[in-house]
Every structure is written in structure tokens, then in C-alpha cells.
Antibody, heavy 118, light 107 residues
Framework: QVQLKESGPGLVQPSETLSLTCTVS????????VNWVRQPPGKGLEWMGT???????DYNSALKSRLSISRDTSKSQVFLKMNSLQTEDTAIYLC????????????WGQGVMVTVSS | DIQMTQSPASLSASLGETISIECLAS??????LAWYQQKPGKSPQLLIY???SLQAGVPSRFSGSGSGTQYSLKISSMQPEDEGDYFC?????????FGGGTKLELK
């Protein structure tokens, strides 16, 4: 069955770089896009970026200067790297599958909580 | 960026009641609109895509409608398992943006 699972450090120091991995199963990264979405505790959802089935990417302009999304199709993994972290980047980070613009994010990972603190 | 204004922010409904949640986009989004349900401690679940298409496995009491800038999610006959937060999301333009959410509780 389709599964996505995020992994990464739970605590990051301010000004450091966050590295997260989304490991997928049950589908191919060459057929589906994967999005990163974050949710500060008790707050709403913020779309961060997408890596499409062809490897191209789209980023939220508010984060673009700090954010990079890449993948390793052989390992069925999608990577998020974001630098210069601040306390306001504390959030649950989720990855979600998407086939195209019309069909929504149909499967989501469970999320990983990242706290930015010294 | 397209702003998605969702209302109400919170809602309390009785068992069997029909409820509606509205989402207003700051510009037309051509029905590139999805609705998600999120329960506490869980990730969002896709309910509706393309403004009015029911995602597989979602109960038929959920329905979506709208066009242009105005969209709505309807739950006919509120059930206990429908409690949670609901979000709309546009995918017409980048950046994709979400509504602020509606917290639905059983009265």
C-alpha cells in the first residue's frame, strides 16, 4: 500500500540547516510528485514546495532562498534541506503525494516534529 | 499570493445536522480546490478535489461545490467521527495556499 514516512532530527539549533527525508513505498517517484508541507503547533498548514515526477521543483517564494528539495528515485526518497533556521520554523513537517494539480494531496506521511531551539 | 479565507473558524453541530464550511479565494481559482480533514495528532486526509469530486473511500455525506472564488464543503448528517479540523487548499497558482481552518465539534 501507499506509504510516506518522514524522518530527521527533532531538534535543530538556530541558524543551522534542517535535513529531512521522506521515504515512500507503494508508488514510484517517477509517476507522482511529492510535496513538503509544514504546520506550526496549533496552527494552519503552509505549503513549502513540490518535486514533480520529472524531477523539476516548485518552491514557496517565501522560503525559496533557504529551501532545497531533491530526490533519489533508486531509494524512493525525497529530501528537504532548509538553512538559516529560526524559532518560527518550529513545526510539524509533512510530505504528501500528488499526481497533478487537479487531484489534491492524496496520501500524507505522519509528520515529524522539528523544534528550533538552542 | 492567493489568499484563502475560510469560515467559520469554529462550528458546533448536533448529530445528524447538515453543516457547511465556506472558502473564499482572493481571485478565481477555476475549481482547483481541495478539502482536507485533520484529526488531532494525525495528518490531513483528502476529502474533495477539483472542488466537487469525492476522494475514493470518503463517505458520501461529504460533498463540495463552488466555482470562481467561492467554494463550500457540506457534511450532510453530522457523525461523531466527523469531528476535527477542516482546511481548503488552492492549487491554481503557486504558492499553493491553505485556508486558516475550521474546527468542527459535536454538540
Amino acid at each position: 500500500q501507499v506509504q510516506l514516512k518522514e524522518s530527521g532530527p527533532g531538534l535543530v539549533q538556530p541558524s543551522e540547516t534542517l535535513s529531512l527525508t521522506c521515504t515512500v513505498s507503494g508508488f514510484s517517484l517517477t509517476s507522482y510528485g511529492v510535496n513538503w508541507v509544514r504546520q506550526p503547533p496549533g496552527k494552519g498548514l503552509e505549503w513549502m514546495g513540490t518535486i514533480w515526477n520529472d524531477g523539476s521543483t516548485d518552491y514557496n517564494s517565501a522560503l525559496k532562498s533557504r529551501l532545497s528539495i531533491s530526490r533519489d528515485t533508486s531509494k524512493s526518497q525525497v529530501f528537504l534541506k532548509m538553512n538559516s533556521l529560526q524559532t518560527e520554523d518550529t513545526a510539524i513537517y509533512l510530505c504528501a503525494r500528488e499526481m497533478n494539480w487537479e487531484l489534491g494531496f492524496d496520501y500524507w506521511g505522519q509528520g515529524v516534529m522539528v523544534t528550533v531551539s538552542s | 499570493d492567493i489568499q484563502m479565507t475560510q469560515s467559520p473558524a469554529s462550528l458546533s453541530a448536533s448529530l445528524g445536522e447538515t453543516i457547511s464550511i465556506e472558502c473564499l479565494a482572493s481571485e478565481g481559482i477555476s475549481s482547483y480546490l481541495a478539502w482536507y480533514q485533520q484529526k488531532p495528532g494525525k495528518s490531513p486526509q483528502l476529502l474533495i478535489y477539483g472542488a466537487n469530486s469525492l476522494q475514493a473511500g470518503v463517505p458520501s455525506r461529504f460533498s463540495g461545490s463552488g466555482s470562481g472564488t467561492q467554494y463550500s464543503l457540506k457534511i450532510s448528517s453530522m457523525q461523531p467521527e466527523d469531528e476535527g479540523d477542516y482546511f481548503c487548499q488552492q492549487s491554481y497558482k503557486f504558492p499553493r495556499t491553505f485556508g486558516g481552518g475550521t474546527k468542527l465539534e459535536l454538540k
